[in-house]
């Protein structure tokens, strides 16, 4: 795929498709930029008119990571139909997917150890995602009176760490191995149970 790419004349996608690849195999530490041009089909300073280095290489592939999470968060939210608690459940199971999926990306911007704060476009990309989330709990929220609101950035927060920590916990490996529930499951009722305790879910 990479090499179809750099033949097309788009070199730049066809080493961030490289190293898609590398991470998957190998983890986003274990890999250097010759091996991703080498797996590009180019030498191994063809790299440097894109990029300044490997890092910078990653950054690119979490990136764009983050541009099409932010745009399955979207499609999922879909403007909080039918309802706001479909819809942000929706979400996580989003979360879940794009993690099983999109492995390589998923990778490069949870574990590659980058400083999302330090590339704007990255930090943009990230923020856009976030804040997806923070509407939904916004929309959520619409229903309880202003004074019983808790901040929706808080309540992202902690459905983006409750949905990050089912994958790493239970989203790998074979099913059933750690619990014998799904982690769709798993990932739904943690989430349930966190919305009853603010009140958001009536009995």
Known sequence: MARSSYHHGNLRQALVEATVQLIEERGPQAFTLAEAARLAGVSAAAPYRHFAGREDLLEEVARQGFEEFADRLEAAFDEGRPRPLTAFLRMGQEYLTFAAERRGFYMAMFEAGLSIAGNAGLSQASERARGILVRGAEALFAQLPAGRRPPPGM????????????????????????????PADMLESGALIYLRGLGVIRD
């Open 155 to 182: 309540v992202a927060d902690h459905i983006w760490a409750l949905s990050h920590g089912v994958v790493e916990l239970f989203g790998r490996g074979k099913p059933g191995s750690r619990s014998p529930i799904s």
